[in-house]
């Protein structure tokens, strides 16, 4: 019987760019972009990479050897300090990928190409964009759900605690009436403020009980309320109950 690999492939995925998901959406979403005709509209172009199972083709494969990427902030030695659950999530990596630890810096390697593989669609894309005349009225919302360990800790994924690597995801903002700044924004912002944002760059009023916060005064280098984005919550769960070792190993 074979391996389970669940988390990646160590050789390049014998597939070019042009039968990688990303390539292939770009070209879905521009084709949809065409059928509107001149009607105002709004997509959500969600790209699933990069996720496992952890895998790319060439050129990207090669793009950025193991030994060439920066030294972690912290390792699997860490993980005793962090917890029972870093522990567990390690534990269950290893299951599903023989050698995860020994292939780790390869990980590493191939989710950097996944995001260099991603960056060169997304500029296809907004050249399509270009080419269509639409991209001067198009407001470019890029966003990510959540982060991944990339081999911080010993870990790939997420699953874990509420690490920098696993909140402090990109928000980036393009389109007209958008100020460009030289360096990010200091403010705490969330997901959530990304729907009353929209109400707002549209002109519909945000609807009652709507918890998150329009960014539209701030994206247009407009005075906006700071204090109301000194901070921000972030919470996590697994699997609905706490768990140890102990609970875990009986």
Not at 45 to 58: D, G, K
Request: with cysteine; aromatic share 12%.
């Amino acid at each position: 019987l074979g391996t389970l690999d669940m988390y990646a492939s160590m050789t390049p995925s014998p597939y070019g760019p042009e039968g990688q998901l990303p390539y292939r959406m770009v070209d879905d979403a521009s084709q949809w972009i065409d059928s509107q005709g001149e009607k105002p509209f709004l997509m959500w172009f969600s790209i699933a990479e990069p996720h496992n199972p952890y895998q790319v083709c060439e050129p990207y494969y090669s793009m950025f050897p193991p030994e060439s990427l920066p030294q972690m902030g912290s390792s699997v030695k860490d993980q005793e300090t962090k917890g029972a659950e870093y522990q567990l999530l390690a534990e269950m990596m290893g299951q599903g990928h023989i050698g995860y630890q020994q292939n780790l810096q390869r990980l590493r390697s191939i989710y950097h190409g996944m995001l260099r593989m991603i960056d060169d669609q997304l500029a296809r894309f907004v050249s399509n964009l270009k080419a269509k005349g639409v991209y001067d009225n198009t407001i470019i919302i890029f966003v990510a759900d959540h982060g991944d360990y990339v081999g911080e800790y010993g870990l790939m994924k997420k699953g874990v605690g509420l690490d920098d690597a696993i909140t402090r995801i990109p928000m980036q903002w393009t389109g007209p009436g958008i100020k460009a700044f030289a360096m990010p924004q200091k403010s705490h912002i969330s997901l959530i403020d990304i729907f009353p944002t929209v109400c707002d760059v549209i002109g519909a009023d945000i609807p009652l009980g709507v918890q998150g916060r329009s960014l539209w005064p701030m994206l247009q280098g407009k005075e906006f309320p700071e204090k109301e984005f000194a901070s921000v919550m972030a919470q996590d769960g697994f699997g609905g109950m706490y768990y140890t070792l102990s609970l875990i190993h009986i």
